[in-house]
């Protein structure tokens, strides 16, 4: 199992340019999740998926997209690149066995926005 | 709404040190409780978790009991090593959510 993966581990956008971040998991979990890490705030969550097809919006959705076409892959565009978008962007996927939760989580992708 | 608050670091021990952080949490129902820990340059991973009032969640001589009713979960270990170094997120979720609810984070530098 190479668990969740991301790709890249860094990237540099100017102002206005759009990308996606990859993010695949190869355990069959069906909820997956994307979260932002910025100093002294913890992570929080932009958007989520329950299972393929299914997607919400989390905390801080604004300028970003999400699909869910399959169980494995959870990209994320952002669509006009914002300097307050600069962050590091982690991945995660979530199993329950015998009723309790477990968030695995990507080594993450450093973007920043100039 | 729900909500984590931890210490505000960093934390600087010495080797063989005992180390406290604080964790409290602010919540509608009974959540579940984690601790992450996050080293230099990776991801976070999962150090321990509680699912119900007084339960005791251990790993790699970390400890943390979940405390109803102080509503917290503080991070305990007896001799921390310089390995620990890292940032830690207490964190918590409720059954009817899927979301995890993160603290700030605390980041712990321990001295040879």
């Known amino acids: 199992n190479a668990g969740v993966t991301q790709t890249p581990k860094f990237q540099v956008l100017k102002t206005g340019q759009s990308m996606t971040l990859q993010c695949a998991q190869d355990?069959?979990?069906?909820?997956m999740s994307w979260y932002r890490q910025d100093p002294g705030m913890g992570l929080r969550l932009i958007h989520y998926?329950?299972?393929?097809?299914?997607?919400d919006q989390g905390e801080v959705p604004n300028g970003y997209n999400v699909s869910r076409s399959t169980t494995e892959d959870f990209p994320l565009r952002l669509l006009s690149a914002a300097p307050s978008q600069t962050s590091v962007y982690f991945c995660?996927?979530?199993?329950?066995?015998?009723?309790?939760?477990?968030?695995?989580f990507g080594p993450g992708t450093r973007l920043l926005v100039l | 709404g729900d909500s984590v608050t931890q210490m505000e670091g960093p934390v600087t021990l010495s080797e063989e040190a005992f180390l406290t952080i604080n964790c409290t949490y602010t919540?509608?129902?009974?959540?579940?409780l984690f601790w992450y820990v996050q080293y230099p340059g990776e991801g976070l991973q999962l150090l321990l978790k509680?699912?119900?009032?007084?339960d005791k969640g251990s790993n790699k001589g970390f400890e943390a009991t979940y405390r109803k009713e102080t509503t917290s979960f503080h991070l305990e270990k007896g001799s921390v090593q310089v390995s620990d170094s890292a940032v830690y997120f207490c964190?918590?979720?409720?059954?009817?959510?899927?979301?995890?609810?993160f603290g700030s984070g605390t980041r712990l530098l321990v001295r040879p």
């Open positions: 995660a996927s979530r199993s329950t066995l015998a009723g309790v939760e477990t968030q695995y």
């Open positions: 355990m069959n979990h069906e909820y």
């Open positions: 998926s329950v299972g393929a097809g299914i997607t």
């Open positions: 919540a509608t129902g009974y959540p579940s």
């Open positions: 509680a699912t119900k009032a007084d």
């Open positions: 964190a918590l979720s409720m059954d009817s959510s899927y979301k995890l609810i």
